[in-house]
């Protein structure tokens, strides 16, 4: 297993959640790294993403100005900070690397948002 995510549960409309992605070392230390969610009937998409020093990150716009990724390259540990979730936010949460590797796929944490 290349990936290991955390953190999901059922959450209100406009409530928080935070996902915790642990990789390994040889994976993380080395990569840009992303989170990505997978609602049902839907394509994987990528919703956040961050250089491998952290000091660049980028947004779907769906989640711009509500979501927060962060990582933290001592632990090999990656977060999502969502905050004001929507209905539409539901979905299973993965963390990749940045292009993403087929064989890197965890087993991802389900997000469930009650309106």
């Known amino acids: 297993v290349q990936m290991v995510e955390s953190g999901g549960g059922l959450v209100q409309a406009g409530g928080s959640l935070r996902l915790s992605c642990v990789a390994s070392e040889s994976i993380f230390s080395i990569n840009a790294m992303g989170w990505f969610r997978q609602a049902p009937g839907k394509q994987r998409i990528l919703v956040a993403a961050i250089t491998r020093d952290g000091g660049t990150t980028n947004y779907a716009d769906s989640v711009k100005g509500r979501f927060t990724i962060s990582r933290d390259n001592a632990k090999n540990t990656m977060y999502l900070q969502m905050n004001s979730l929507k209905p539409d936010d539901q979905a299973v949460y993965y963390c990749?690397?940045?292009?993403?590797?087929?064989?890197?796929w965890g087993q991802g944490t389900q997000v469930t948002v009650s309106s």
């Open positions: 990749n690397t940045v292009p993403w590797v087929a064989d890197y």
